[in-house]
């Protein structure tokens, strides 16, 4: 765990510690599940029920669960504020402004279940804010996520009981735009 997650402002290192248990345990669990594929029983494979697709399945969330927890936690420890150079012009181009853009990102995190992702649609070219019930429920296929934020009341419980929104701002006051715009900046170089 980079150090620095211990010292957000507005959420406890106490808050990351327990936060970061359960992403080792998603971590534990993908790797569960994919020694399990290496001997399932692939000759009772079935839509309706079978080993093999509960494994699918559950790799899928677990896997999911992994990438979207280390995208948060590497978009976290920065001073807040706003992005700069591409990031910036980009979230302009996709939603008119900055302010429109942290709006919806803002309700978005009101209004999901799991996740709101900030990503870039290599399809249409824009941002988007999608939001994400579960690691595997709302992901949108050819979409690079940007900047992540986990709404589950794992991430804010410990801090702020069931006030979503005042995590909700104290995570904008330690996003790490360097890292979201390395995210972007990598994206445009392919």
């Known amino acids: 765990m980079p ?5 957000l402002r507005g959420i406890s290192a106490r808050t990351i510690q327990e936060h970061y248990k359960l992403y080792d345990g998603y971590v534990n669990k993908t ?29 899928s969330y677990a896997t999911n669960g992994v990438k979207l927890h280390e995208l948060y936690f590497g978009n976290l420890g920065g001073p807040g504020g706003r992005p700069t150079g591409a990031l910036y012009e980009a979230i302009v181009f996709s939603y008119g402004s900055y302010e429109f853009w942290e709006n919806d990102f803002k309700a978005s995190g009101l209004a999901s279940r799991g996740w709101v992702i900030l990503s870039y649609d290599q399809d249409d070219g824009f941002l988007h804010n999608y ?16 900047l992540v934020l986990d709404v589950y009341e794992h991430a804010y419980y410990i801090d702020y009981g069931t006030d979503r929104r005042s995590y909700i ?12 715009g390395a995210r972007f900046q990598a994206l445009q170089g392919r």
Do not use: C, M
């Not at 150090?3 to 010292?7: A, F, H, I, N, T």
């Not at 939001?131 to 940007?146: C, E, L, M, Y």
């Open 31 to 59: 790797n569960e599940i994919r020694n399990r594929l290496r001997t399932v029983d692939r000759a009772s494979a079935n839509s309706t029920y079978s080993p093999l697709r509960e494994l699918k399945v559950e790799e």
């Open 131 to 146: 939001s994400a019930d579960a690691h595997n429920v709302g992901i949108f296929v050819r979409t690079q996520p940007i």
């Open 169 to 180: 701002e104290a995570f904008f006051q330690n996003i790490n735009w360097a890292a979201a």
């Open 3 to 7: 150090p620095e997650l211990l010292r």
